[in-house]
């Protein structure tokens, strides 16, 4: 009955970590049970089955760690779902992304805010900032519910200003991680992004 369950498997995610946050408790957060479900916890999701790509899986993973949490969530029905589909290649996406980062050094925080297209989840740490960029118009929902395939996002402007001072940007890259690509960009307080679908990362230095 709770209308978060109902949300897109990244906003869940998040939320989850984000509540206990909130308590302000300077210990570790972890997301250690998630996946989907049909109602009453009967069973594993229907839509298991038509997510192929690993979408959910996916959300699963980077969500709570770009939202504070002290690693990538942790998903149910290994055998019905990750194993059935082959998704094993997400984990290394997410190890690709955040590889030689030194979470507890960088003493990251978390912040938060969507553009038209996007929701963008950023840590900011004392050297390194990172970006996850989810497109608001791709969900579970839409893509194995009402079989609507994911759009390409073209170019999209993503501004900084309010969470990197101006000239603090040494370097960044975009991680691709549907495509396994990394792509270095202008590094200004104002970063075009390439063209990607579903979601992309930002790593950069920071001056």
Not at 33 to 41: I, K, Q
Not at 177 to 198: A, G
């Amino acid at each position: 009955p709770m209308e978060i369950c109902h949300e897109p498997m990244d906003v869940i995610c998040s939320d989850a970590g984000m509540e206990l946050l909130a308590y302000g408790i300077r210990k570790p957060v972890i997301l250690a049970e998630t996946g989907a479900v049909e109602p009453r916890h009967s069973g594993p999701s229907q839509y298991y089955a038509k997510d192929t790509a690993g979408i959910i899986l996916h959300d699963a993973l980077f969500a709570p760690f770009f939202s504070g949490a002290a690693g990538a969530g942790m998903i149910w029905h290994w055998d019905q779902y990750v194993a059935k589909n082959n998704l094993w290649h997400h984990f290394n996406r997410f190890a690709q992304a955040v590889k030689g980062l030194n979470p507890v050094k960088e003493q990251f925080k978390p912040f938060y805010f969507e553009t038209n297209a996007l929701r963008v989840y950023g840590l900011r740490g004392k050297q390194t900032f990172l970006l996850w960029c989810r497109d608001k118009e791709n969900s579970w929902q839409t893509e194995l519910r009402d079989d609507i395939a994911p759009r390409t996002i073209h170019r999209a402007a993503l501004p900084l200003s309010p969470y990197l001072k101006p000239g603090e940007i040494a370097a960044v890259q975009s991680f691709d991680p549907w495509r396994n690509e990394w792509q270095q960009l202008d590094s200004s307080d104002n970063i075009t992004l390439p063209d990607f679908q579903r979601s992309v990362v930002l790593r950069g230095k920071i001056r």
